[in-house]
């Protein structure tokens, strides 16, 4: 949410607030991104593939320079309020980034939190029938209306395993990668 939010407005809403930032290597930043899109369906893959959506969607771009959005933070919070964290890190060293993060927060760093479970993982539409039915508007719409929340979330997660994969994330392409290393 480095991007999206405004560091003033949550100073004025939380003076004492603690900011932890977690940086992605800006290439990878952009792919996950895209994927993201696609799978919660903002994005037909099939219209706009990955080297395409890169030049004609400056967010895809804009997000991975990181420097002045940082420093925003920095001027705003202060340097001893600010937690940099990278997204390596955290993959390749869990739980060691977990303490860290405990010992800036100064909360209690012998609290073991399950770090198994995985959140937002990789899913895309399986083909472009499946696209087209989850990105239907109409049909989110009428399933909200006529059945009731708990209902809902069951079709919800029906629906990801009928028309979802979450199969390994496919390879980004060279010709992608280079767009992205020389901007």
Not at 22 to 32: G, I, M, N, Q, T
Not at 128 to 138: D, E, P, Y
């Amino acid at each position: 949410y480095l991007f999206y939010a405004d560091p003033l407005e949550i100073k004025n809403v939380a003076p004492e607030a603690k900011i932890l930032i977690a940086l992605r290597k800006p290439v990878e930043r952009a792919y996950s991104h895209y994927l993201m899109d696609v799978g919660g369906n903002l994005i037909n893959p099939y219209k706009l593939p990955f080297v395409s959506a890169i030049k004609e969607v400056p967010l895809f771009t804009r997000s991975g320079f990181y420097y002045y959005r940082v420093k925003r933070y920095i001027e705003v919070f202060g340097k001893n309020e600010v937690a940099i964290m990278l997204h390596d890190d955290l993959k390749n060293d869990t739980r060691k980034v977990i303490k860290e993060i405990f010992t800036f927060l100064g909360v209690n760093t012998s609290f073991v939190p399950n770090i198994k479970i995985k959140y937002n993982t990789f899913l895309v539409p399986r083909n472009k029938i499946a696209f087209t039915i989850l990105s239907n508007n109409a049909l989110k719409k009428v399933v909200k209306k006529c059945l009731p929340v708990n209902i809902t979330d069951k079709v919800k997660k029906l629906s990801q395993k009928v028309f979802m994969n979450s199969e390994q994330k496919p390879e980004m392409e060279e010709e992608a990668k280079d767009f992205l290393k020389n901007l």
